[in-house]
């Protein structure tokens, strides 16, 4: 049997203010051309499909046109809801869609019934179980003592009666705990959504959603496949890819990835303002179309950075400085002597406290002329 297994389109999301829509409907058609050099049985979408749990109407559209497209060829599509879905919006047709090879994730009920496929060594049963809370769990097992995600996920599986003579695959949206987080995610305090692996030990793959980076949790028969495009500059040196699942006969599995090329790459570049727009960085690469976090070493801020790089930088997403005043964090305190200094002095101890070097002669010329003309105005 063999699965492709992805998660995390967000489709509809801005990042930095930019659109990610052209992008998206970008790999969404070469992940169809890798389903069709794959040829698998199954295609797994384990939650956060969209970026909101209201989508806009483009968002809609092009998962809309994805699906028909996977509809069209001869395999079985699973789909659960993650925790930027509305679980209701997600189920929605589901009783149709499923005569048309597509299967989605009910809201949860305390009952989760597998969809069961058939190759040359028997059933596989596939679990859906979107993202849940403990206090969704808590619904329908008031019996059971359910204080925190790894309890609710427990009282999850044990319910799904798992036959473990079978193969099992569990699809579902959560935290394990050991994982490692990007920018892009949502966090909670204290890492209060943890899950602990061996609440898995039923299933002989568990495809999940929610964490960004690629990753095995423990074991490959635990993953996260990732997200088809990067989504924050905490991802640019990722490497995104279809993780491509084969289950042979019980106790036999192998992973392996296929990789992605985004339209346009995350990249970050450090310079003075000069450097960077001397072509030291884009000749002969694709930085004036990818999108960009630049980091400025200059001492004094350039004046409309931000516009004068994008003439270069076209998808100039994120824009900061490296220095002694941002490298350094002070706190200003009041001077004891304020009465006698002079409004310039004051300024000046002002001035070095926030950037951490004092006046330049021409910072200072000019700040005592516009101090007298203030005092003039005032006489």
Known sequence: ?????????????????????????????????????????????????????????EAVQLFDDFLYRLSKRNLQVLIISGNHDSPERIAFGSRLMSSQGIHLSPVYSGKVEP?????????????????????????????????????????????????????NVLITHQFVTGATRSESEDISVGG????????????????????HSPQNCKSERVRYCGTPL??????????KSVTVVELCEKGSLSISTVP?????????????????????FYKD??????????????????????GLLRTVYTNLMKLDYDNK????????????????KSPLELFADFYEEQNNQPMSDEQNAFMLELIEEIWEDEE
Not at 197 to 206: L, N
Not at 230 to 239: C, I, L, P, W
Not at 325 to 340: F, H, K, L, M, P
């Open 230 to 239: 990067k989504y924050s500059f905490s991802e640019a040196n990722d490497k």
């Open 260 to 280: 992605l090329t985004p339209m346009r790459d995350m990249k970050e570049i450090r310079g003075t303002y000069q450097e960077i727009m001397a072509k030291k």
């Open 115 to 167: 969809v069961t496929l058939s190759d040359e060594y028997g059933e596989v049963n596939l679990y859906m179980l979107p993202f849940v809370k403990p206090a969704h769990v808590r619904r329908f097992f008031a019996d059971k003592e359910i204080a925190s995600y790894t309890d609710a996920m427990r009282v999850a599986v044990d319910n799904m009666n798992i036959d473990e003579s079978k193969r």
């Open 1 to 57: 049997m063999k699965l492709v297994h992805l998660s995390d389109l967000h489709i509809g999301k801005r990042v930095n203010e930019f659109s990610m829509i052209e992008d998206q409907q970008y790999i969404l058609m070469q992940i169809l051309g890798i389903i069709d050099e794959v040829e698998p049985q199954g295609v797994i979408i384990a939650g956060d499909v969209y970026d909101k749990p209201v989508p806009s109407a």
């Open 325 to 340: 005043r941002t490298r350094q964090s002070t706190s200003i305190t009041g001077a004891t002597d304020v009465e006698r």
């Open 192 to 211: 209060t959504d943890n899950v602990d692996v061996s609440v898995f030990d039923s299933f002989d793959y568990v495809a999940l959603g929610h964490l």
């Open 285 to 306: 690469t694709t930085y004036k179309t990818d999108y960009m976090h630049i980091t400025l070493t200059d001492e004094e801020d350039v004046p409309n950075a931000l």
